[in-house]
Every structure is written in C-alpha cells, then in structure tokens.
C-alpha cells in the first residue's frame, strides 16, 4: 500500500495491466449475479432521482415496470445500492449488439442528464472502503481477464483505465501524483 495525499492505494493500481474489452466481457460488471447492483454514495441518491428517467428510452419495458413497482434504490445492512433484475441486470442495464451498457450514462453523454452514473461504476476495478480515512483497492473478478490481457497488450494499468474516474472523484492533482507513483513503481519493476 502507498499513501498518496491522505488516500491510501493498493499499489496494484499502478502496477496491474488492465483496459477494458467489452467485446470480450460484453458488460459484465453490470450484470453480475448477487442481487445488489452498483454500490452508492449518499450524495448520489437525489442525483439519480433526478435524472433517471431520462435513461428510460433506452432500457427495456421489464426494467421500466421493475422500477415503477419496485423503484431503483436498494437499502439494506450493506449500504445503498441500485436494485437488479433477476439477481443480475442492473435496472438501468441496455444492450447493443449483446454488451451491457449503462442507461444513466448514455443519456448523460447525449445532454438529457446532468448524472454520469455511479461513482462506484465509474472506477471499477476500483473499490472504495473507509478505515479511517479512504482506501482505494483493486478488485480482480474472473470477469475481467480480457481486460487484463488487453492491458498487458496495449500497456495500460487499473490506474490507466480509471483514469476520467478518479479525477471525478479525487481531482486532476490527486491522478497526477498517482500517475507519478505509477511511473516510478513501473520503472523499478
């Protein structure tokens, strides 16, 4: 672990190839099984009360009834999340040519909503967890062994990919002492 101005990071961060391949994964980090979907911040409840349903053009009739019925927040002993179809499908899950894809975000880049999508969506492989203070940490799913492959392929790092994410979350000073942490972590390699 390595402390980079007050935000403890695994230092597989830096180190670890990975560039996502959707054509390979098709999405799954949006369709995995477990019955909770992306974690949430408080602070993006009302953000996504907002402005989900300017995602609805895009998913399916059964995603639009589930959350009509069942509403698209989840509350339980492991904290706020976005509720799933089926133990799987994200409710904000779209499909193109068979990859998943977030709704939220679509409409996001298409000026229909001031909401990108869920911080926790936007960093993965990337976790946040709180002990004391915030630690960022790599989580490897079998799911993402494409992107694995595909970092090694085209020399990128977790740090890499994640790269737009945590200059939402942390800013583009924090990144670029990260980016140098990575640099010189890659060089004594």
Known sequence: MILIDKILVDEKILVQ?????VKKCK???????GGA????????????DDNYKSAFEYISEESKTYIEQNGWLVADENGLSTTCIDDKDCVFVYYVDSVAKCS???????????????????????????????????EKIDEC????SHGKQIQETVLDCAHDALERMLGAEWVEAATKHSVSHRTKK
């Not at 000026?111 to 915030?134: E, N, Q, Y």
């Open 104 to 138: 939220l975000e679509k409409a996001y880049f298409e000026g229909k909503s001031t909401f990108r999508k869920p911080i926790s969506c936007h960093l993965f492989p990337i976790r946040v967890a709180d002990f004391g203070g915030t630690y960022l940490y790599y």
């Open 145 to 148: 062994k494409s992107a694995i």
């Open 17 to 21: 190839p990975f560039a996502c391949d």
């Open 37 to 48: 979907g992306a974690p949430l911040l408080d602070s993006e409840i009302q953000l996504i």
């Open 27 to 33: 999405g799954a980090c949006c369709t995995m099984e």
